[in-house]
């Protein structure tokens, strides 16, 4: 099973790439223009994708550009929100949104893309990076499916934006 999970994963990462490369620098260049200006990087994981906060905050390589999102009502239009969640379906996220985008901030959101949804997430969003993570990955032996990797696979997403932030910001500054 492990091998099996391995090649799903390995397989989604890859479609994660081709998929969504443009998106991902999109969300870079949007996070850029707050580093860049007088605003702020804000991130907001809600569930499990808190795991990607913990991460941009606190692990071997924070991002130095980003603060946790606390009070969005302090938020100014040069400021910029990135929120991760598991789906674009999820109804918190969905209120953060409505309230971020009442206030001209501008805003990413990385999540599944949930087809059937009243509201959308995707559809508030000036970008959305879809996880194409809908369901497990795996046929169990009782016929269930397991392996839901929301958190490793927004700290995939997340990484590849801060590479894509980090390069953007390291030719600004040497421009400057």
Do not use: W
């Not at 985008?101 to 087809?115: S, Y």
Request: aromatic share 8%; with cysteine.
């Amino acid at each position: 099973m492990l091998k099996m999970f391995l090649t799903q994963l390995n397989g989604l990462q890859q479609r994660i790439f081709e998929k969504e490369e443009e998106d991902i620098e999109d969300t870079a260049r949007l996070l850029a223009q707050a580093a860049i200006g007088e605003g702020k990087v804000y991130i907001k994981g809600f569930n499990e994708m808190e795991a990607v906060c913990s991460e941009a905050f606190s692990g071997a390589e924070p991002l130095k550009y980003a603060a946790p999102l606390q009070n969005e009502n302090s938020l100014t239009d040069a400021d910029r929100v990135l929120i991760f969640t598991r789906f674009t379906s999820d109804e918190a996220a969905i209120s953060l949104a409505k309230k971020l985008r009442a206030h001209e901030v501008p805003f990413a959101v990385v999540a599944g893309t949930v087809k059937s949804a009243e509201e959308d997430l995707a559809e508030i969003a000036d970008i959305h990076i879809n996880t194409n993570l809908m369901k497990p990955m795996l046929p169990s032996e009782t016929s269930d499916r397991v392996g839901f990797p929301s958190a490793l696979i927004g700290l995939f997403i997340y990484h590849c934006i801060k590479f894509q932030l980090d390069e953007i910001m390291s030719e600004y500054l040497e421009e400057n």
